[in-house]
């Protein structure tokens, strides 16, 4: 139980272009996603928080106008990375929790598989 | 804002023996420490939490320790295998947010 899938895994776009990732829980309500970026060899930085039905919540310094975020339902919250630049390219990877009321623990998250983006 | 740094960077050890990674957080409010391992080009995969109201916890090979007091909590991995061999992220996280502050990795070699 408590899996994440995330699509595409790997995606290569021309500058400029827009590309969208989407994030869905498969077995469980996601009440909260979250979408990082994770550079070669180093951490999962926390872009922002995804809940449904609400605007994200960005951490400082992340472009809302570059990464646009929507959690339209429970199980599925997409990330949109508008007119690309090389410099956009990255890991970036989702992750869900339930929420509250669910069977898995509240604390818990649960990660995609993440997405591979080069941007030419 | 909550910041976590983990030590150490990379950490090689021979097969059998022990390893002991550290991270330390900056807000007390954090309530929640998990530790994920990331193999290569994979997933993070949940290995083991503890919440601030335990000391210690432990599953078969893998313990996790907490000072509250002074902000920093431990993952201690015993007989080390080489399919232990993976990048180790511990985070921290509270009540409300949920969201998870990592600290910054550490790649861990187990040789045969």
């Known amino acids: 139980g408590a899996v994440v899938s995330q699509h595409p895994s790997w995606v290569i776009c021309k500058s400029g272009t827009s590309v969208k990732i989407e994030c869905r829980s498969l077995?469980?309500?996601?009440?909260?996603m979250f979408w990082y970026r994770q550079f070669p060899k180093q951490s999962l930085m926390l872009m922002a928080t995804?809940?449904?039905?609400?605007?994200?919540?960005?951490e400082q310094g992340v472009e809302k106008d570059k990464f646009l975020i929507n959690h339209a339902s429970l199980t599925l919250s997409t990330l949109t990375v508008t007119s690309a630049h090389p410099e956009d390219s990255s890991f970036y990877i989702c992750?869900?929790?339930?929420?509250?009321?669910?069977?898995?623990?509240?604390?818990?998250?649960?990660f995609g598989a993440g997405t591979r983006l080069s941007v030419l | 804002g909550e910041n976590v740094e983990q030590h150490p960077s990379t950490l090689s050890v021979q097969e059998g023996d022990s390893a002991v990674i550290k991270c330390t957080y900056s807000?007390?409010?954090?309530?929640?420490f998990p530790w994920y391992k990331q193999e290569l080009g994979k997933r993070p995969q949940l290995i083991i939490d503890?919440?601030?109201?335990?000391g210690e916890k432990k599953d078969q090979r893998i313990a996790v320790t907490l000072n509250k007091t002074a902000k920093h909590f431990s993952l201690h991995i015993t007989e080390t295998q080489p399919e232990d061999s993976a990048v180790y992220f511990c985070?921290?996280?509270?009540?409300?947010?949920?969201?998870?502050?990592f600290g910054t990795g550490t790649r861990l070699k187990v040789l045969a």
């Open positions: 992750s869900a929790r339930e929420g509250d009321r669910g069977r898995t623990a509240k604390n818990i998250q649960y």
């Open positions: 077995d469980f309500q996601a009440t909260t």
């Open positions: 995804s809940n449904e039905g609400s605007k994200a919540t960005y």
């Open positions: 807000d007390s409010a954090s309530n929640y």
């Open positions: 503890i919440r601030s109201n335990v």
């Open positions: 985070a921290a996280s509270m009540s409300g947010t949920y969201k998870y502050i």
